[in-house]
């Protein structure tokens, strides 16, 4: 069904991926479709007193009620986007769990649950750039929020009144994500506070990886395949992964994350095994005693099972937003389930 979509051009990339393959399409393990409001509007309008769903945009579950009931579609859909993250909209977002939000025919008001907390203007507004890069339009299946001419009036010390916000109607989309399992890790980790490696750590790093290829191409050979070894030290560039500046004081200590990726588990499993001793006892001088690295778990290797590569994040059109949606009905009564008393 995709691959035909895709054939016709009805499915688009979004940044940073580029056009969609059939190659890509068979190598996903699972694609599902972001789903709108309609089917839960659907749902609720056919009598379901609960729902379990897929996939969905955070707007489109909280907006669906409100949109069902005929309110204002901008404030709907702003006050759905205000209200996805509880409290977050708040000026004390760590205080209460969420908030009340009531939609009418030109606007909605927001406020915390907690009495202790408030929502400012400043508070409501900023939550329109939580998860999206345009702080005034946010696209959603079926159309864009548009909040450019929004206005965000105190009603009283704790709630919030907005209205301007306008609704956008455009060709319907549905936004594509999938996943394809790849090759195989084994991880090791191990701590450092070797003064004197710690002031070398760059050269450390290249030094042990370096002894480590050698190592696991001695002991496997060519059985070992196309394999790949990584280390990352941790407080100091791991996240990174550049150089730091010439003149950064050394750390109080590292974490050094050992990465064996291959084909199959047990070939990662093999190259971490077969890396092992260097790992835990590389020297940085070959003339000293051999040290020892404080190493986190017995045994050392770790199997991460398959690596997951994000494949897909494209939007497909669709001429009917329930038409990539499957709606299971579920009677609890005729399962047996008793209704609770009281």
Not at 279 to 303: I, M, N, Q
Request: charged share 20%.
């Amino acid at each position: 069904m995709l691959k035909a979509r895709n054939a016709a051009g009805r499915i688009r990339p979004l940044p940073p991926l580029g056009p969609l393959d059939d190659a890509t399409i068979e190598a996903c393990d699972h694609i599902v479709a972001a789903m709108g409001a309609e089917p839960y509007v659907a749902a609720l309008k056919a009598g379901a007193d609960l729902i379990l769903g897929g996939r969905t945009t955070d707007t489109a579950v909280i907006g669906a009620f409100a949109l069902m009931r005929g309110a204002h579609v901008g404030a709907s859909w702003h006050a759905a986007k205000v209200a996805e993250c509880g409290a977050q909209c708040t000026v004390n977002t760590g205080e209460g769990a969420g908030v009340l939000i009531s939609v009418g025919g030109d606007g909605f008001e927001v406020e915390p649950l907690s009495p202790s907390n408030r929502c400012s203007p400043h508070s409501v507004s900023a939550h329109m750039l939580y998860e999206n890069s345009n702080p005034f339009r946010l696209t959603e299946p079926g159309g864009v929020l548009d909040v450019t001419e929004a206005r965000y009036d105190p009603v009283d010390e704790r709630t919030v009144r907005v209205t301007g916000s306008r609704w956008e109607p455009q060709p319907y989309t549905m936004k594509l994500e999938g996943a394809a399992a790849g090759r195989f890790q084994t991880i090791m980790l191990i701590g450092v506070q070797d003064p004197e490696i710690l002031s070398r750590l760059d050269e450390f790093h290249d030094k042990m990886l370096h002894a480590l290829y050698q190592r696991a191409r001695r002991a496997l050979g060519e059985t070992a395949g196309d394999f790949h070894i990584s280390l990352r030290l941790y407080g100091w560039n791991a996240v990174s992964g550049d150089r730091p500046a010439p003149d950064t004081p050394p750390p109080r200590e590292v974490g050094v994350l050992f990465i064996a990726t291959a084909d199959t588990q047990e070939l990662a499993t093999q190259i971490a095994n077969a890396c092992n001793a260097y790992f835990f006892h590389f020297p940085l001088v070959r003339d000293k005693e051999l040290p020892s690295y404080g190493f986190a778990f017995t045994p050392a290797e770790v199997p991460r099972g398959p690596v997951y590569e994000f494949k897909l994040n494209h939007v497909v059109e669709v001429d009917d937003p329930l038409e990539l949606v499957r709606t299971v009905w579920i009677d609890l009564a005729e399962k047996g389930v008793a209704h609770a008393q009281g």
